[in-house]
DNA sequence: CACCGTCAAGTCGCA
DNA sequence: TGCGACTTGACGGTG
């Protein structure tokens, strides 16, 4: 079964947030608080993500801040021997596999050894990360080539040669990625074919910089790139994986989209089904669109899942068109169905209409329902301010949906606090 | 509590 | 030689 996975962060999701600091405040103490806080995240979001069927995920390198910098001199792999255990034994029983992915500021064949070096210290970061968290070699740090520095076959035989010299900790987990910029897919397969290193293909690089034409009798299928990637993988890698993400309309060329958009995915889905192959989205709505895709292309087709989703989306809908909500009601009415594709069409639709005052209020009151036999009168005529203020056009909704999500908080409605009403 | 400049990284194009 | 743009989310100070 194809994996579906996501980057780093989620969004609607309590608890999973993750702090830093800046250099001049980073004492041991202000460290130590501060892994302790993320490393708490990290259990949240991989609690979620096995709650959600997501059984792909990538670990933010800002897990442990400054990890690869001697700002950071405190041994974390010790100090926090037992909490990586424990989320470590997690993603064993939730058989979750995870990925890191290093910077665009991690180049490994610059001229210049001092960046080379950070380069190798922040590899070893990820590699003890890794470590600590227990995971096989089928846990894999994905990186780029680097720069050009106005001479590409001497760049790539400086990586190659930087390469030789890692510790196997870290070769076992490297796989190297076509780039948006420098490093087309035809570049990165003669790399990863020439030294053994797994090649990831990114759809969206790919379509960004495409392998120059002198270099090709005729350019491939995305299909055909993704087969000769494959051949770069050997069992102890795990299934091969693929980078998948969409053009934000509007924005700069390579810009990731908001959400993953259903036609093209499942356009995307069809030529690799029979492949076997796990797909990292890069997206901004994260964990949403890793979640969707899933329902979208699971042979469970558990209707439960979709319910599910509804109770998330639903006040986004409400706000937004109320026949909407209506016909995702009805579509959900048979519980031997599983109509995932027309539920997102409806989602993905309704998402991009701006909500109506009328429409927002009503959804508003729907939510405010849940609190107005208890909330105190002070309350409801804090309520009653934000809502007319909202409704004479003096304010935008968001106040309203703060003072909102304050009362969920506080009144501890489990429906409420998983809805991506207050987030979205 | 909203807002916005700053941070942190390395490369590259342009004065 | 040096500077700004590029990128990203969060910090951290201001109003």
């Known amino acids: 079964m194809m994996e579906i996975g996501y980057a780093c962060l989620t969004v609607g999701v309590q608890g999973t947030d993750f702090r830093t600091c800046t250099r001049k405040n980073a004492s041991n103490e202000k460290l130590v608080e501060l892994i302790e806080h993320n490393l708490d995240s990290l259990e949240t979001i991989v609690d979620y993500n096995i709650k959600n069927k997501i059984r792909l995920f990538r670990i933010t390198s800002d897990l442990i801040p400054f990890g690869s910098s001697p700002v950071n001199q405190l041994p974390w792999q010790d100090l926090f021997m037992s909490r ?122 790919h379509r960004v910089n495409p392998t120059k034409a002198e270099t090709e009798e005729k350019e491939l299928t995305e299909s055909e790139w993704i087969d000769l990637a494959g051949e770069t993988w050997r069992p102890q890698d795990g299934r091969q994986k693929l980078h998948y993400s969409q053009q934000e309309p509007g924005k700069r060329s390579g810009s990731h989209s908001e959400t993953i958009r259903i036609d093209a995915f499942l356009e995307y889905y069809s030529a690799i089904k029979e492949k076997p192959v796990d797909v990292m989205l890069e997206v901004k709505d994260k964990n949403l669109s890793a979640v969707k895709c899933r329902n979208l292309i699971s042979e469970e087709r558990e209707i439960g899942r979709l319910e599910l989703e509804w109770s998330r989306y639903k006040y986004l809908i409400l706000e937004r068109s109320p026949a909407a909500y209506e016909a995702i009601r009805a579509l959900l009415k048979d519980k031997s169905a599983y109509p995932a594709k027309n539920f997102y069409r409806i989602l993905e639709e309704t998402m991009q209409i701006q909500p109506e005052a009328g429409h927002a209020v009503n959804a508003a009151q729907h939510v405010w329902g849940y609190f107005k036999d208890q909330a105190t009168e002070q309350e409801r005529l804090g309520y009653l301010k934000l809502i007319d203020s909202y409704r004479e056009g003096k304010t935008s909704s968001a106040p309203v949906k703060r003072y909102l999500w304050k009362m969920t908080e506080k009144y501890r409605q489990p429906y409420l606090q998983d809805s991506l009403y207050f987030f979205l």
């Not at 890191?100 to 001229?111: D, E, K």
């Not at 070096?117 to 470590?131: C, F, K, M, S």
């Open 84 to 205: 990586f255990a424990r989320i470590g034994e997690r993603l064993k029983a939730g058989n979750l596999r995870v990925s890191m992915h290093p910077g665009q500021y991690t180049v490994l064949n610059s001229p210049d050894v001092t960046v080379v070096e950070r380069a190798v210290d922040d590899l070893i970061y990820h590699a003890n990360l890794l470590d600590a968290l227990e995971t096989g070699t089928e846990s894999k740090i994905v990186l780029h080539i680097g720069g050009v520095y106005g001479d590409k076959e001497q760049a790539i035989r400086r990586f190659c040669e930087n390469y030789k010299k890692l510790d196997s900790s870290i070769k076992q987990r490297l796989i190297i990625e076509n780039d948006d910029r420098n490093y087309s897919i035809d570049d990165v397969l003669r790399i990863g074919n020439e030294m053994g290193i797994p090649v990831v293909f990114d759809n969206l690089h």
